[in-house]
């Protein structure tokens, strides 16, 4: 069962909040954004009037398990050295997505990095064909995305009250076919 996130605030309220009214696609779909290209915000929130649609970035679909995941797991910033500079602090991390079971988990770069397979090629460990496959296997079955899931849940806290999770009945329909 895929669920999605409805806006059950009133439309009204979303300009105070620094969200742009804007008229997309042929049709005049309704949508508020805070997106600005340039703006620096992380994860920007799209609200669509039809079906009263809270997306988040261009996540299609993926937004209630990554939400949950950060709602769920404690994610611990990396401290980096720098050499002779100040260490850095890296507070992004890179999730792994199944398109197919929404399962989400945060990615390992030496086990999850479809990069692996040119090497394991370089190496004659497989061939250029099995390389392929493996690699087109991996992004028609994962979608991997970068959050900051302290900065991506103190924005969605700016709507508490103001959306529900939801099944996504017209997802659900269309990934049962599949």
């Known amino acids: ?11 009204k309220d979303l300009p105070p909040m620094g969200y742009k009214f804007q008229k997309l696609y042929a049709r005049n779909y309704r949508c508020y954004h805070d997106y600005e290209i340039g703006s620096g915000i992380e994860h920007p929130f799209w609200i669509w ?36 500079y100040k260490p ?30 040119f090497f394991m090629e370089d190496r004659g460990e497989i061939t250029k064909e099995q390389s392929t496959a493996l690699i087109k296997e991996h992004y028609e079955n994962y979608r991997e995305i970068c959050v900051n899931p302290v900065k991506l849940l103190e924005r969605l806290n700016r709507f508490e009250g103001m959306y529900e999770i939801v099944v996504d009945e017209w997802r659900t329909k269309h990934m049962e076919a599949l």
Do not use: A
């Not at 069962?1 to 439309?11: D, E, S, V």
């Not at 399962?103 to 030496?110: A, G, I, L, M, N």
């Open 1 to 11: 069962m895929i669920k999605r996130i409805k806006f059950t605030g009133k439309f």
């Open 88 to 117: 850095m602090t890296i507070d992004y991390f890179n999730l792994l997505c199944n398109r197919k079971t929404l399962e989400v988990r945060e990615k390992v770069f030496k086990t999850d990095d479809p990069s692996r397979f």
């Open 49 to 84: 009037q039809k079906e009263r649609r809270f997306e988040i970035d261009d996540w299609h679909g993926l937004e209630v398990p990554i939400v949950e995941f950060c709602q769920t797991h404690t994610l611990i910033p990396r401290t980096v050295p720098m050499g002779k």
